[in-house]
């Protein structure tokens, strides 16, 4: 089950840095989940992973970490769901917006998060 823990994070961490160090790529994405109903494809991954982390926390070190963040991913996936297509695609743009600097910061919290997750495994 620590390995499902580290995996998560590794993933986290890994596409954090990818868009830290290349917010174009952010904004690539960001251009892809706007289509159609892509952006429920987040919210699925957020929930599979969420439930995930709740599932394994058990065994690792410190299992409040896991349970944090797989609380904080299942928060997040259901309110994709709860908000729709239409307001999740406002907030996309108003994201696509922001300067390169602005948008490297949401993927350093996310990098942080994961590497707690990794930490606890």
Wanted: net charge positive; proline share 5%; hydrophobic share 60%.
């Amino acid at each position: 089950m620590e390995y499902i823990i580290t995996s998560i994070g590794v993933l986290i961490l890994v596409i954090a840095v990818a868009f830290v160090t290349m917010p174009a790529l952010l904004k690539r994405f960001i251009e892809f989940a706007k289509v159609g109903k892509r952006c429920y494809l987040g919210g699925v991954v957020r929930i599979v992973f969420g439930g995930l982390l709740l599932i394994a926390s058990p065994h690792a070190s410190f299992f409040w970490i896991p349970v944090l963040v797989g609380i904080l991913l299942l928060l997040s996936g259901i309110a994709i769901f709860v908000l729709g297509p239409q307001r999740i695609h406002l907030f996309l743009d108003w994201l696509y917006e922001k300067t390169d600097n602005q948008l490297r910061i949401p993927p350093v919290i996310a990098g942080l998060l994961a590497a707690l997750l990794i930490y606890s495994a």
